[in-house]
């Protein structure tokens, strides 16, 4: 394996008591991830792998997990800011530390019997009020709603938002909205300062548009204040309620809120051009059907400017099945939104923005898979189709894409493959995929244990100690990676469809949010998945690992949002194996010693998943 050494430390060894009238300035805790270890000479006598140096923490963090390694002959001890932490038997340590807002130190003071060391690492941590307005009234002004321009219907409910001096009195102005003036706001409770307050667009002012004004009264000391924001709310006109965009991601996932992260839906898809019915925060809101909307970066739109929506079609739905899949042919005019949702017996495929459904159909009855195909209207321009599988069929995953209007389905038949005695594995072709790539500086790509092992390395050494053995009961094993190439998730997909994967393994170790106490619970390994058709899969492997490992079983999760699992063509799991963060989990990971539990459950989860 490649070596290169990436940063040179200078390193000493201190002994306090030499400097006892005054403290000397300390070396900042390097990182010295393992395989950098083993490539220098020198070694730092205290090693902070997290938090970085100069990380800035979330808001209001109050307490914080901070991990590394003693590099001093042991027995030792460690103090950090007065703490004592217990060392693990190669030095490494994992503590839960309290920190103040501003510029944070942790100081870190290692001893035994020759010397004493110390080493510091500084964050930096926001407060829940970013500036002191003890004094006076005062708002912040970059929290303030909204920052950006704002488009909104008759009847929808504008959330306002601001933050300023804490107990005050708060009013918003939308001085051009009818009933816009003086909406008085309330203090949230739970975050002092922070004043929330809504107000219902009412009928009648279309094209309106306003600004935003707040305005405090009885601030400390009898002051006010007051802020303008800097984008403005505009009314559109019911009657046209719509503007339309061509969606340039086809099959970009929709978003319930617009959030800059999560709030995913499962199951909506996006394609071709869409109804826009409203902004906010550099999101546009996609109308999906009388009942329900949904939210899309505005980066992922391009604007049709003059666009005449025409009626769409559904023309024809008809059948082609081969050996390997069931496939549903639907001609449209023009690509449409899409939700598709797996159940036990049937998956169901909802099309919006239909205008006309001309119901014919042309099904041949010799899939294995499909019993039946039902139809129904759901809400305006909208139908929705339940495919109904036979009894005992085996759904082995579903693909879908639009080839310009038309669209296809794809439901997979389990692969064929030819039987042997002796071999379990006989005809599997199995992705195992070693999770994340290399990135040898901070913030690393995955999680880092104490000692500097990182994810991508731990997660490619169990896949090396899984694969021959997986091969010898007669799988043939598809790797998506070699130890030092960069892959992307969407490439990792692409690979394993290439490859005409039966079933995808993702291999991955485990971290935490830093203001979560690694030590508060049990911690171990976890199984997800996130359909119906992986569970079998899922399931054979995560009671393997609760046979085989000796970690706490942290649960079989339905996960809906992690890409792995939602890989929808064959079965896909995504397996935690353990907790790189912490000193004895990362042990395990790093020998083949310590990985046999791990390899010994992924190895019988398959097997028995193929009985
Ligand atoms: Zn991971």
Do not use: C
Not at 23 to 41: D, R
Not at 79 to 87: K, S
Not at 338 to 362: A, C, G, M, P, W
């Amino acid at each position: 394996m490649k070596r290169t050494l990436f940063f040179v430390f200078s390193l000493f060894l201190l002994n306090i008591s030499s400097f006892s009238d005054e403290l000397p300035t300390l070396p900042v805790a390097p990182y010295l991830p393992a395989q950098l270890q083993e490539a220098t000479e020198q070694n730092a006598p205290i090693t902070v792998q997290y938090p970085y140096e100069n990380l800035t923490l979330p808001r209001g963090a109050t307490q914080i997990f901070i991990f590394g390694q003693v590099n001093l002959k042991l027995p030792a001890t460690l103090d950090i800011n007065g703490q004592d932490v217990p060392l693990y038997k190669n030095g490494a340590f994992v503590a839960f530390v309290p920190v103040e807002t501003g510029d944070f130190t942790f100081t870190l003071t290692a001893k035994n019997k020759d010397a004493t060391v110390q080493a510091v690492r500084h964050v930096k941590v926001l407060g829940t009020d970013i500036k002191d307005f003890s004094q006076e009234a005062a708002f912040d002004e970059d929290q303030v709603f909204p920052q950006h321009d704002v488009e909104l219907l008759p009847g929808d409910t504008i959330n306002l938002y601001v933050r300023g001096t804490p107990g005050a009195s708060v009013y918003a102005q939308l001085s051009s909205f009818k009933h816009g003036k003086d909406i008085l706001l309330q203090e949230d409770p739970s975050q002092p300062g922070t004043y929330r307050g809504t107000y219902v667009i009412e009928e009648d002012q279309k094209h309106k548009t306003s600004k935003v004004i707040y305005k405090m009264k009885e601030g400390p000391n009898d002051t006010k204040a007051k802020v303008t924001a800097p984008a403005k709310i505009t009314v559109r006109d019911n009657q046209t309620p719509f503007t339309y965009a061509e969606i340039n991601l086809p099959g970009v996932k929709l978003r319930k809120r617009p959030t800059a992260s999560g709030n995913l839906y499962p199951d909506y898809r996006a394609y071709g051009p869409v109804r826009i019915s409203g902004q906010m925060a550099n999101q546009s809101r996609i109308w999906i059907d009388g009942k329900q909307t949904a939210w899309l970066e505005n980066n992922r739109l391009t604007p049709l400017k003059d666009y005449e929506e025409t009626p769409n079609t559904l023309s024809f739905i008809r059948t082609d099945t081969s050996d390997e899949r069931t496939r549903f042919i639907f001609t449209l005019d023009r690509p449409v939104p899409i939700q598709i949702h797996e159940y036990k017996d049937r998956v169901e495929l909802t099309l919006h923005y239909i205008d006309e459904f001309e119901q014919n159909f042309s099904l041949d009855d010799t899939s294995p898979l499909v019993s039946n195909i039902q139809w129904t209207q759901r809400e305006e321009k909208t139908v929705a189709f339940r495919i109904l599988l036979r009894k005992k069929a085996n759904l082995w995953g579903y693909a879908y894409r639009f080839e310009e209007n038309e669209l296809i389905l794809d439901l997979m038949h389990e692969p064929t493959r030819v039987k042997q005695t002796g071999k379990p594995l006989a005809g599997a072709r199995i992705v195992l995929d070693a999770g994340h790539s290399p990135k040898r500086t901070p913030p690393y790509d995955g999680a880092v244990g104490p000692t500097g092992y990182l994810e991508y390395q731990a997660t490619y050494a169990l896949a090396q100690d899984l694969k021959p053995l997986l091969e010898q009961a007669g799988a043939t094993v598809l790797l998506t990676r070699d130890g030092e190439n960069k892959m992307s998730l969407q490439d990792r997909y692409d690979f394993a469809k290439d490859q005409q994967a039966h079933i995808f393994i993702s291999l991955h170790y485990n971290a935490l949010a830093e203001t979560q106490d690694p030590l508060a619970k049990p911690r171990g390994f976890t199984v997800y998945y996130a359909y119906p058709h992986s569970f079998d899969l899922a399931e054979k492997v995560y009671k393997a690992f609760v046979k085989h490992v000796p970690l706490a079983d942290n649960g079989l999760l339905a996960n809906t949002v992690l890409f792995i699992p939602r890989m929808s063509d064959y079965p896909s799991i995504l397996v935690e194996n353990a907790f790189l963060i912490l000193p004895e989990q990362e042990e395990l990971a790093k020998t083949q010693e310590g990985r046999a539990s791990f390899v010994k459950a992924l190895y019988e989860g398959i097997v028995n998943f193929y009985k």
